[in-house]
C-alpha cells in the first residue's frame, strides 16, 4: 500500500473517530459522581458538544523527557483526545500509556486558578497555608523586590531558582540569561543529579561525551541492559516499546539478557533475567570483559590487536606461541597494537587479568556459568550494546561500576557503529533577538562579589559534578556555605523527591519560597507565593529531542487551547519578572519582550537549514510540530570513521583522526579512554585517592569497589519508576493510580516487593500492613509477597506517599515517600544521588 495513502487513511479515520468520540461523550454528560469525586463539568472540563468543527494541534508531550510528537484534537474549545503525530520521526503516530494524559492535566479539578500569596506565617505539613488569590503584578513585584534587595545587599546569590524537567531555550535558556544579568549562582540549580548523572559522567570519563546514547535499536543483535528499566521508564519510551517490536520481531531476533535486582516488566520479557546483588553491576561487567579478552571475542577492527610473533629464522626451531590475554598473567603493552582505544594493556595488568567469572560469582552471587554465557553471547553476536541506568549506577561506586559496563561497547565494536550507539546531535538554532553580553552590568561581571553555589558544585567538596541539589537543603540548614533568602521552584519537588526529603521541610519552613506548579504539591504547602504555570498543552515552548537515534530533532508545542485559567507560561513569567529587576537586566527583558520572540529567533535558522519534512520558518514550524535531518552524519565500520555524503547518500567521507577528536571521541586523546585522561588530572587524582583510598596509579580504570550501603538496616532498598508513571505528575490523576503497578495489582495503593522466604522470618504475610525504617526515617505500606525478588532486596515504586498533592493521592495505603527512609548519600565522581543503595529494617505493623 502506498505510505502516503496509508497516513491520509489513518489520519481520516483517526480524525473521524475523535469527533465521533467527542460527540457521544458530550450527548452523554460524562461525570464520575458516582465515584464519589467531582463531575467533569464541575471542574469545566465538559467534552465538547457535537456538531462543533474539530482542529488538530501540533505539540510534543510532556509526560517524560522523550518529547514525542502529538496531535491534539480540540473542539469548540474543548480537549477531547490526543494521539502520536504520525509523521513525527520519534512518536511514528504512536504514544506509550502515558501520552495520552494531557487532558487530564488540562482539566485537572485541582488546578490553580491563579496566583495566590500565603497568609497564614507558620509552616509545616499540617498548617494550612490559607491562600488568598492576587494579581500577577502584585506577586511577580514580590519577588522583585527581593531581588532588587538582595542585590542592593550584594547577596544576589541568595536568590535560588531550582528546575527539574527543562525544555530549553524558553525556560532554561530564559532562566539561565536571568542567573548572569542578575548575578547569582544559584538561578538554575538542576535536577540532574538526582536524575542520572552517573550515566553521563561516565561517558565522559571514558570517550569525551557528557550526555546520554543514542542507540540503533533496530539493527542490533543483541542487548545487556544493566539496570535501566527498557519497558518502564528508560527514556524515550514510547521509541523504546516501538523498537522492542522490532528488535523482537525481525528475522535475526534481538537477543535481550537483563541484568537487575527484581523480575520486572523488562526482565520477565527478556530471554535471560539475572537478578544480581545491588551495586555489583560492575563486577559482572568486569568478568564478561575478561571472557571477551581471554577467548578472543573482541573487536579487532576498533580496539586494535596483538603485534605477530617474531619466529625464529631456523624452520627447525619451536614456533613461539602468539600473544595473547590470559588470567593472572600481565601482557607487555609493547606487544599490542591499539587503535582506537587507549590504555588497554594496562587496565588488563592492572585490573582485569584477576576478574574471573568465579571472582565475580563470589561479590554478586551469579553464577560464575551464567557469566560465562553471558559473556559468549555478547562477545559473538554483532552487533551488541551494554545499556546501563540508575539501576547499576546509583551507588557511591556507580561511576566505577559504570565505566565497566560502557567499556564493554568498546570491546565489541559498538561505538558510533550500525546497530551500535552514538550520541544526539544538536539542532541547529538561530540567534535571540537581544544580544544578553551588551546589558551586562558592574554587578553581574565584578569577580569580587561571586559566590560558591550553595550545592557546592566545582569547589573541592564536588569538584568533577554537573549538580549537587540533594545537598542544597543539608547546606542551607548547616549555614554553609551560607543560607538562601528565597528560593523559586520549577518543574521539580525535592521536599517529596530528594533523599532524606525531610530536611528540606526544615529548609522551605525558614525560606521564602516561590512555586510555579500548576498543581499542589508539597512545596505548595511550604509556598508563601503561588505563581502557577500553564499546563503543556497551553503553552507555546520549543525543545530538542531527547537522544534517540543521533540525527537532530527539534519540536515546539503549540497551545491547542488558551489558558483555562489565570496562569502564565513559565519563560514569560520570567521576563516579566526580569522586567522588573532594576538596571540594564530590567532593560534586557523588556526588549527581549517574550518567549515568543525568542523561538521566532530560533526558527529563523530554518530558512537556510531546512527540515526534511520541508520545514523552513516559525509558521512551517508550527503547523507540522517538528524540524529534523536525517540521517546521523557519522559511522564508525569495520574500525574507520565515514561522514555522510550528501551527494552519494552514503557513508563514504573518510575522517582524520582530529576530526574525530572533535566530534566523535572528545577525549584528551581522541579515543576510548581505558585509562582515563580525565580522572588522571592533577586535581581529581588527589581527589579520587582521597575518596576511595585508591594509589595514583589506579584512579584512571574501570574497576569494581564495594558501595558503602547507608540506612542501617539488614535489607537492600530500592525505589524503582513504572510504566504508568509521569515523572511524579501523574500521583494525582485518578485513572492512572487505578491500573499503577499491575504486576503487583496495584492500583489506588503501590505494594511493597519483599520476597516469600525474608517474609516468613518476619512473620508478613501477604498484604500484611508493614513498617519500613532506617536511619532517616521510617513509613508504612503494604506488603505483597513476590518469588521475582532477590530475598536480600525490597522494592518499592516510587510514586506514592503524597502529603500534599491532592484529593486523589490521599489514602493510598503509602504512608510516606520513599525518600524518607532513603539517606542522602552520593556518588563522589558524578554526584549521582544514590537511590537503589540504601538498607532498611521491614516488620510487620
Known sequence: MDLEFLKTAITRRRFLQASAAAGAAGAAGVGFNGLGLRTLSEAQASAAPSGGQTVITKSFCHQCPARCGIDVYTTDGRVHAVFGTLDNPLSMGKLCPKGHYGQYFLYNADRFKGPMKRTNPKKGRTEDPKFVPISWDEALDTVAKRMNDLRAKNESHRFGLIYGRGWGA?????????????????????????????????????????????????????????????????????GNMQAWGVMRTKPAKTKVTFVDVHLNTSAASSDRAVLIKPGTDGAMALAIAHVLLTEGMWDRDF??????????????????????????????????????????????????????????????????????????????????????????????????????????????????????????????????????????????????????????????????????LQEVAKNHNAGAPYKLDSCMFYMTGPIFSGPDCTAWEKMLGEIFVINTSPFPDETSVFSDLILPDHTYLERLQVADTYPFQGYPISMIRTPAVKPIYDTRVFGDMLIDLGKRIKGSTGEYYKQLGNTENIIKGIASIFAEKPGDNGVNSYESWKEKGVWYQKPYLYRQIRGEFFEWDKLTQSYSKPMKPEEVKEKLLKTP?????????????????????????????????????????????????????????????????????????????????????????????????????????????????????????????????????????????????????????????????????????????????
Open 170 to 238: 524558553t525556560d532554561v535558556g530564559v532562566l539561565q540569561t536571568l542567573s548572569k544579568l542578575y548575578g547569582s549562582p544559584n538561578i538554575g540549580l538542576g535536577h540532574s543529579s538526582m536524575c542520572s548523572d552517573g550515566s553521563e559522567e561516565t561517558k565522559k570519563i571514558l570517550d569525551g561525551n557528557h550526555g546520554y546514547n543514542a542507540y540503533d535499536y533496530a539493527n542490533t543483535n543483541y542487548m545487556l541492559v544493566f539496570g535501566a528499566g527498557f519497558l518502564e521508564s528508560f527514556r524515550p519510551f514510547n
Open 303 to 468: 580496539v586494535g590487536d596483538f603485534v605477530p610473533v617474531t619466529q625464529p629464522a631456523d624452520p627447525d626451531a619451536p614456533r613461539l606461541p602468539s600473544y595473547k590475554f590470559e588470567t593472572g598473567k600481565t601482557i607487555d603493552p609493547a606487544t599490542f597494537n591499539q587503535k582506537w582505544v587507549l590504555g588497554l594493556p594496562e587496565w588488563w595488568n592492572a585490573v582485569l587479568k584477576d576478574c574471573t567469572p568465579e571472582w565475580a560469582e563470589k561479590i554478586t552471587t551469579v553464577p560464575a556459568k551464567i557469566i560465562h554465557d553471558v559473556a559468549r553471547e555478547f562477545g559473538t553476536t554483532r552487533p551488541a550494546i551494554a545499556i546501563f541506568e540508575r539501576g547499576a549506577h546509583a551507588h557511591t561506586n556507580g561511576t566505577y561500576g559504570a565505566m565497566a559496563i560502557h567499556s564493554l561497547n568498546a570491546l565489541a565494536g559498538s561505538m558510533f557503529a550500525q546497530g551500535g550507539m552514538a550520541y544526539q546531535l544538536k539542532s541547529p538554532a538561530g540567534k535571540w533577538p537581544v544580544n544578553l553580553d551588551d546589558f551586562m552590568d558592574d554587578y553581574a561581571k565584578s569577580p569580587e562579589r561571586k559566590k560558591p553555589r550553595i550545592d557546592m558544585k566545582g569547589t573541592d567538596k564536588w569538584p568533577m559534578v554537573s549538580n549537587m
Open 669 to 845: 586523546s581522541g579515543k576510548f579512554e581505558f585509562k582515563s585522561g580525565y580522572l588522571e588530572e592533577e586535581h581529581h587524582v588527589h581527589y579520587l585517592m582521597e575518596k576511595f583510598g585508591l594509589p595514583a596509579e589506579m584512579i584512571a580504570f574501570p574497576q569494581y569497589l564495594p558501595a558503602n550501603h547507608a540506612g542501617g538496616g539488614d535489607l537492600h532498598f530500592v525505589s524503582p519508576k513504572l510504566a504508568m508513571q509521569a515523572e511524579g505528575r501523574s500521583g494525582n490523576l485518578p485513572h492512572v493510580t487505578a491500573s499503577i503497578q499491575p504486576s503487583q495489582g496495584g492500583k489506588k495503593t503501590v505494594y511493597l516487593e519483599i520476597h516469600p522466604e525474608t517474609a516468613a522470618k518476619r512473620g508478613i504475610k501477604d498484604g500484611d500492613r508493614v513498617r519500613i525504617k532506617s536511619t532517616v526515617g521510617s513509613i508504612e505500606v503494604y506488603a505483597r509477597l513476590y518469588g521475582g525478588i532477590r530475598p536480600d532486596t525490597v522494592a518499592l515504586p516510587m510514586i506514592h506517599g503524597h502529603w500534599g498533592m491532592g484529593r486523589w493521592t490521599k489514602n493510598s495505603g503509602v504512608s510516606g515517600s520513599t525518600n524518607e527512609v532513603t539517606p542522602n548519600v552520593s556518588d563522589a565522581i558524578s554526584g549521582q544521588c544514590c537511590y537503589h543503595s540504601a538498607k532498611v529494617f521491614v516488620e510487620k505493623v
